[in-house]
Each structure stands twice: as structure tokens, then as C-alpha cells.
């Protein structure tokens, strides 16, 4: 059997669980009754490179790169990020309106001009033909629901299973009937919008969408604005059993991650392969940072590699922002470098491997250096990526500043309050209070008081149009306004107006009242004071200030043949000591590694070999600022025993481990 230990910046000890028989191949397990997902997906994605810019021609030259460099690492997938239905003329940006190229049903189509070979109703199919000629699979990226711009034109809708337009109650049905504006895309309020999913035609529309995907050769499809903050349940439910029933399996991601906790993923997991946990990741080290807190708590609630959709699913810390790349917005392509340093880049793989999270490189890779490409194809990773199990953090570490005294595994920020969503299921949202000032005015307030006193909003019918008026009554009687004062404007709005990174927290602000089902809100009889938007309730949030960015972790996993993964992370500014001892690793590990009498180390970046070191003695390392280090441990016989303090420098370490029974 075998030890691997990683540590980085950020010191990490991470255990997670597959159970991939030793006697699998790879091969075996892609192929096993055509399931999806059976291990983490892993391809390339034009966001980050292209933003929503790219062209048939820089597509295709990226996919020709691909197959020939990544698909023996099992980067497999090919994924048009968002707007390739855009045109890139003037005026055009992420969130422009009346520039994208609808079909007579209201369905979004490929710029003709950026995809030559779509034109005369081809669609993706031309594309889709030459990616899987090079042995690859190929994903496109849609938002949530129907486009205001289709919505505006007001088209019909198509009934795929008589090739007709959908009719009801003796009438033909457009997008006008569907769409719900009141439930536009909070980031992208000018692009897309909620459809009703209670209807038939709502319905209709929707499956007409992921028919013409699959008509296409659609393998993966990153469905956006739909998860985390944007919740949207019904959509979700509804794409996922369409997608069921199709010919052909698409894999189904779900985007974005903004405010996900497990209980959140616990409705949506079984109906996806992979769903994003964070918001987007850019190449800041506070982006990298903020990932460790979310993976640890996915990773205990035995969330990676769940059941999902006709396979797996897998929590998806977003894309990795390595090699040459664009920035958030832009109208350019790649222009510049990542800002993330070696360390920090190492770090941030060795995170994305121990969690077993879906591996989506971001870069340009016609301009792929060999740094990155080292890292992003670095066998013990990958393995671990693929293969590990018993994934978790691993807390029974110490970390010692130089000249500075020793501390266990702990975080003493400050903490400060935020006012936020959660899942509903949440037991704690269920903490608001409705109290009568006089016969007009009422207040909500939270249970809780903060020092100052309790946080309280003012209900408020909403102040709407005739036309809103009928709609409210039909679809929102009894939601309310949320107002700071009883003679405000300004109404409690839920979600971001902003795409957010995943450094962002998502505070629930004051904006102009209006009517948008953001700011629609229900105090039920539980007690929890539930959203329209997202069906999310709100909650008074603790965090902590600068908690991970000062502090170090540690994560552990075990191989497929016996061997354990290690990873420490010095998240800190200053180099430490990073130790831990054998015997503290078989708290975290299966009772068949108990008896581990020594190990013979090396460690894998560096390659220097560590040498011996028995049960009794202890081994320390520096780890420089937001380094990371892993390191491999083997051993002879069958059982494990750890008694060495174990830390390391910026590499990984195997290690050969005799044992006694």
C-alpha cells in the first residue's frame, strides 16, 4: 500500500470516497451500461479564454489541440460557453438587448456570422460532427427559461411531437403566454427570463429546446442562472426528465454556485452530473481561498460522486483560470497571463483534485505553456482526481510560523453578520417574527438581537400597474414588498444584480422597489420569510473575517490501491511548519491502516526522497506562503499504522510503509 501527501499555501488534508475497485480500468468504468459521470468529468471551456467571443474557427483549432494534448488525460469534453447565439457587432456586450439569433420558435441559434456552418438551419450539427470525429464529446452553455428577446417577438411555440405549433384549449400558445419577466435572470436582467413550467406550453417550449440539442449532437449542456442564488427548482426537474428520455445522453451541469450549501444540492443532485458550489472563479488567490470552506462541508456530507442524473454528480468548483486568458465581461479574447502565481496555481489543482471536482481547464489552449500543461496533466493528480476515495479535510494538524508558537488546526477570526439566503430546509430560517406597530404598519424581525437590538423590515403591498396588478393577484397574492422604513422606496431584494465571483459573499440588499419577484416575499407560518425568485428563505448569516486566508488545512484521501493522499495548504502570507503524525492519520482512515510501523517518503513535485522514518519519530517541513506540497506513501504489507509527525515543502512525497499485522 501507498501514502500520498499534497500540501500547498492552503493547508489542507482532504478525504473523499468514490469506491473504485483496484481492479477497474478506466476504460471499463466510462463505458460501464453507458452511465454518466462515473468519475468526475474533465474537459475545456471558452469562458475564460473567450468570454462569449469565440468562433467556429477558434473552437474548432482549440478542439484539434485537445485531442491531440488532453484526451489521453481524459479531458474529453469541448464546451461552447455562453452567447454563441450573440452577434459581435457594435453595441453588442454580456448584457445587451436585440442582438442574439432567434429561430421562428423563439429558440436560440448560432450567430451565422462568428459559425459559418450553422447557417440554413444547421445549427451546431456541422461542429458537433467534427468534435466527435476527433474522439471528443462537445457541450454548449444556455440560461435559464426564454429569452426577453424571443419574448418581445412574441413567436410561436413548437410542439415536437406533432412538428406543429403547440395548441391548448383551442388556441395556438406563444412565448408572451410563458414567460415569466417578473422572474428575468438577476444578473442578466436584459437576457433571460423564468417560463412557466405549469403550463403546457411552457413545457412544450422547453422540451423543444433540448430536442433540438440532441438533434444536434449535443453531448453536455451547462445550464446557467438556475442554481444557487437563481434557484429554479421547476426548470431543473423538468430538463432533467427530458433529458432522460432523449436518444442520446447529455451530461447536465448546472450553474451558478452562489450560496449553495449541501442541503441546497441534496434536491437538485439526483437530477445532474455535476452542479456548480461556488461562483465564478477567477484567477485571484481570495478566489482559490474561498473554495475550501464549501468544499470541506461537501466533502463530509458525502455529497462527491452522489447518485445523479442516469449516473453520478459531482460538486463543481468551476473552472480552472490557469495559462492564457480574458477577463470577466470582456469583448476580447485571451490578452493576458493568469495572475495566479506556481504556488498558487498548484494549490489551487491539488484543491480541485483532493475534492474530486469536475476538472474544466479555462485557458487558451493554442497557447498552452509548459508549466501548465505539466500541472493540468500531472499523473498523481489526475489519479487522485479520478480514483481516490475517503476524500475529507483532515483537521489533526499543527502549523508553526518561523519563530513563532505552535497552533493546532483552528481559525480565530472575528465574526460579523450578514443578512442572507439558505435553503429552506434549513431548520435555523425559521426565525422571523411578524409584529403589528398600529393598524398600518407591520414589522418582520428577526429573532435574534445583534447588540444593538433586533433587525426588523416594514411590510408593503406592492405599489404596481393595472396590467402587474392582474398578474400579482393570479400568480403572487399575499407576497410583499420588504421596505427599511415604513415611508421607503427601497424594497429587500434577494439576488445579486451582478454575477459574482466566488470570493463574493451574497449580501441581500436595498434596491428600488419594482416589480420583480426578487423583492416578492413570504413570512409562512413556520416562521421562515421565504423569496419568490429563488423559493429561498432568508437568514442572518455569521462569517468570519479573513478566517481561511490566515489559516492552513489539510485534506486526505486513499487510492484505489491502498495507497493515501495527503495535501497540506499554508494559506498564510509568512512560511510555516506543518506537521502531523501517523498515528493521527488512522482517525480519518479505514481500521485496516492502524499498524504502520515506518514509511519511506518521497516527494512527488521535487522529487526528494525523505528517506525512512519510523513510528516513533517525528517529520517536519517548511511550507512556504500559499504553497502547496504533496506527498505519496507506499507500504510493503498490508495494514497501516501512523506514528511520524508528517509536514512538507511545496511537493508531494511517496512514501514505501512497512507494516505489521
Known amino acids: 500500500m501507498k ?3 499534497l500540501l500547498s499555501f492552503l493547508l489542507v488534508f482532504s478525504l473523499y470516497s468514490v469506491c473504485v475497485s483496484s481492479s477497474e480500468s478506466e476504460d471499463g468504468l466510462l463505458n460501464h451500461g453507458r452511465r454518466h459521470a462515473v468519475l468526475p468529468p474533465r474537459g475545456w471551456n471558452s469562458y475564460d479564454s473567450f468570454c462569449w467571443t469565440i468562433s467556429e474557427q477558434d473552437f474548432l483549432d482549440s478542439a484539434t489541440i485537445i485531442s491531440k494534448r488532453l484526451l489521453s488525460h481524459r479531458y474529453e469534453f469541448a464546451v461552447v460557453d455562453y452567447l454563441w447565439y450573440r452577434r459581435k457587432v457594435p453595441g453588442a456586450y454580456v448584457d445587451s438587448l436585440g442582438f442574439d439569433v432567434i429561430d421562428y420558435w423563439g429558440r436560440m441559434v448560432p450567430d451565422p456570422d462568428r459559425w459559418p456552418s450553422s447557417k440554413d438551419g444547421k445549427g451546431f450539427t456541422l461542429v458537433a460532427d467534427k468534435v466527435h470525429a476527433m474522439g471528443l464529446k462537445f457541450g454548449i452553455h444556455v440560461m435559464r427559461g426564454l429569452s426577453t428577446q424571443a419574448y418581445d417577438a412574441n413567436t ?27 422572474k428575468a435572470c438577476a444578473w442578466m436582467k436584459n437576457g433571460f427570463m423564468s417560463v412557466n413550467t405549469k403550463l403546457g406550453a411552457g413545457r412544450a417550449f422547453l422540451k423543444s429546446l433540448y430536442k433540438q440539442y440532441a438533434e444536434w449532437g449535443v453531448d453536455l449542456v451547462k445550464h446557467d442562472c438556475v442554481f444557487g442564488d ?39 443532485s439526483g437530477l445532474a452530473n455535476m452542479y456548480r458550489i461556488t461562483g465564478d472563479d477567477w484567477d485571484t488567490w481570495a478566489d482559490v481561498v474561498s473554495h475550501f470552506d464549501v468544499s470541506r462541508d461537501f466533502a463530509t456530507a458525502n455529497m462527491i460522486g452522489s447518485r445523479g442524473l442516469q449516473g453520478n454528480s459531482w460538486p463543481d468548483l468551476d473552472m480552472l483560470p490557469l495559462g492564457w486568458l480574458t477577463d470577466p465581461g470582456s469583448n476580447d479574447g485571451p490578452h493576458r497571463a493568469s495572475n495566479l502565481n506556481q504556488d498558487e496555481q498548484r494549490t489551487q489543482m491539488t484543491l480541485w483534485a483532493m475534492a474530486k471536482s469536475p476538472l474544466m481547464f479555462g485557458g487558451d489552449v493554442r497557447n498552452l505553456d509548459d508549466n501548465t500543461y505539466n500541472l493540468i496533466t500531472n499523473p498523481t493528480l489526475l489519479e487522485i482526481n479520478s480514483f481516490s476515495y475517503n476524500n475529507v479535510e483532515f483537521s489533526y494538524v499543527t502549523s508553526t510560523e518561523v519563530s513563532a508558537r505552535n497552533e493546532r488546526f483552528s481559525s480565530s477570526a472575528s465574526e460579523r453578520h ?20 398600529d393598524q398600518d404598519v407591520e414589522q418582520i424581525c428577526w429573532k435574534d438581537s445583534l447588540g444593538s437590538g433586533p433587525l426588523c423590515v416594514y411590510k408593503q ?14 400568480h403572487y397574492p399575499g407576497k410583499l414588498h420588504l421596505v427599511s422604513n415604513d415611508e421607503s422606496n427601497f424594497c429587500l431584494d434577494a439576488s445579486p444584480q451582478k454575477k459574482l465571483t466566488s470570493k463574493d459573499v451574497n449580501r441581500i440588499s436595498f434596491t428600488p422597489c419594482r416589480w420583480d419577484t426578487n423583492q416578492f416575499w413570504d413570512l409562512n407560518a413556520t416562521g421562515a420569510l421565504v423569496n419568490s425568485y429563488s423559493g429561498q428563505c432568508a437568514i442572518l448569516k455569521a462569517i468570519k473575517a479573513n478566517d481561511v486566508s490566515n489559516g492552513f488545512r ?20 509568512v512560511q510555516r511548519v506543518i506537521s502531523t503524525t501517523i498515528a493521527d492519520l488512522a482517525k480519518a482512515l479505514p481500521r485496516k491502516y492502524l499498524n504502520i510501523t515506518s514509511c519511506k517518503a518521497r516527494e512527488i513535485w521535487s522529487g526528494k526522497d525523505y528517506g525512512v522514518t519510523k513510528q516513533s519519530e517525528t517529520h517536519s517541513s517548511v511550507i512556504p506562503q500559499r504553497a502547496s506540497l504533496r ?23 511517496k512514501t514505501e510503509c512497512s507494516a505489521y499485522a
Not at 489539510?554 to 502570507?573: D, V
Open 3 to 5: 501514502i500520498v501527501v
Open 156 to 182: 410561436l411555440i413548437l410542439d415536437v411531437d406533432t412538428g406543429r405549433p403547440y395548441e391548448e384549449n383551442g388556441r395556438q400558445w406563444r412565448t408572451q403566454d410563458i414567460g415569466l419577466k417578473e
Open 230 to 268: 437563481d434557484l429554479d427548482i421547476d426548470e431543473i426537474s423538468f430538463v432533467s426528465e427530458v433529458l432522460k428520455k432523449l436518444d442520446r445522453p447529455i451530461w447536465y451541469s448546472l450553474s451558478p454556485g452562489t450560496s449553495v450549501t449541501p442541503a441546497m444540492a441534496k434536491d437538485v
Open 418 to 437: 450578514i443578512f442572507g439566503l439558505t435553503s429552506c430546509n434549513n431548520e435555523k430560517v425559521t426565525g422571523w417574527s411578524a409584529k403589528a406597530l
Open 461 to 474: 403591498k406592492p405599489r404596481l400597474s393595472s396590467d402587474e396588478e392582474a398578474l400579482y393577484n393570479r
Open 554 to 573: 489539510s485534506w486526505i484521501a486513499t487510492g484505489r490501491k491502498g495507497e493515501i493522499y495527503m495535501a497540506f495548504f499554508n494559506l498564510n502570507q
Open 631 to 653: 506527498v505519496y506513501w507506499g507500504h510493503a504489507t498490508s495494514l497501516f499504522d501512523d506514528g511520524d509527525s508528517y509536514s512538507t515543502n511545496r511537493s508531494v512525497n
